[in-house]
């Protein structure tokens, strides 16, 4: 992956394979660094964003997850995926009210049956 970057480094698509392999690893830095070049090539594609904050999240930088998720919801707000993981980085940072807002927007209940937000919930104890 890394000769491939090396040969395409303006194709954030290689990127984003690069930077999946290293989250596998739990390579987070790498894998950040990564996402975020990714994202530099392709700004407003919202899949790197979700990988990106999913790398924050992995790597314990919870704000940065958060904003990052924020980002991508606010790129296209139609988009379940999107509010899906801006109300688990609300949740885990602490804003209960925005998750609970967000959540009745998408679901019209706090009683969601999405396997996204049972390991947050549990975390979170």
């Known amino acids: ?14 990127r984003m394979f690069l ?15 990564q996402f975020e070049k990714a994202l530099k090539l392709s700004p ?12 924050y999240l992995n790597k ?5 997850a958060f904003e990052t998720f924020k ?3 606010e790129l296209d707000t139609r988009f379940s995926t999107a509010l899906q993981l801006y109300s688990i980085g609300a949740l885990y940072v602490g804003d209960e009210e925005l998750t ?8 019209g209940t706090l009683a969601v049956d999405n396997g996204l937000f ?6 979170l104890g």
């Open 1 to 14: 992956m890394k000769k491939q970057v090396a040969l395409q480094p303006s194709d954030a698509r290689t």
């Open 19 to 33: 930077g999946n392999l290293y989250s596998r690893y739990r390579l987070y830095d790498q894998s950040i660094e």
């Open 44 to 55: 407003n594609k919202q899949s790197i964003l979700f990988a990106l904050g999913d790398s």
């Open 60 to 64: 314990g930088d919870i704000q940065k």
């Open 71 to 73: 980002t991508a919801y």
């Open 100 to 107: 609970n807002k967000l959540i009745l927007e998408e679901y």
């Open 118 to 123: 049972i390991n947050p919930y549990a975390n």
